[in-house]
């Protein structure tokens, strides 16, 4: 399975963005979003669960971002919105066909297929 993801780009803070993942090659069931600023580590952003369709947050995003996923596509969305500089980062999409456990939605090791990245540049 490959992932893609798109939509990055530079914007204002306070301004918003949507976020694409198409999977290709396989269906996926659950997704998670991380990020990567400069100079730091990857974290957990948002992930989404095959099933249920429970929804996790990390508390830096909760409230503004959004994810989503249409399973017709084969696609995962994440809507960010109130943008501040602190979210400028490389946003990776990840996924797996199979569901997950709530503890382990944020740790990158529950995902086995990983997107190329997509730039998100707020300006202040």
């Known amino acids: 399975v490959q992932l893609q993801a798109s939509g990055g780009g530079l914007v204002q803070a306070g301004d918003s963005l949507r976020l694409s993942c198409a999977a290709s090659?396989?269906?996926?069931?659950?997704y998670g979003w991380f990020r990567q600023a400069p100079g730091k580590e990857r974290e957990f952003v948002a992930a989404?669960?095959?099933?249920?369709?429970?929804?996790y947050y990390a508390d830096s995003v909760k409230g503004r971002f959004t994810i989503s996923r249409d399973a017709a596509k084969n696609t995962a969305y994440l809507q960010m919105n109130s943008l501040s500089a602190e979210d400028t980062a490389v946003y990776f999409c990840?996924?797996?066909?199979?569901?997950?456990?709530?503890?382990?939605?944020?740790?990158?090791?529950?995902?086995?297929?990983w997107g190329q990245g997509t730039l998100v540049t707020v300006s202040s």
């Open positions: 989404i669960r095959r099933g249920d369709g429970a929804r």
């Open positions: 090659g396989g269906t996926l069931g659950s």
């Open positions: 990840a996924g797996k066909s199979g569901s997950f456990i709530a503890s382990s939605a944020r740790y990158s090791t529950t995902y086995h297929y």
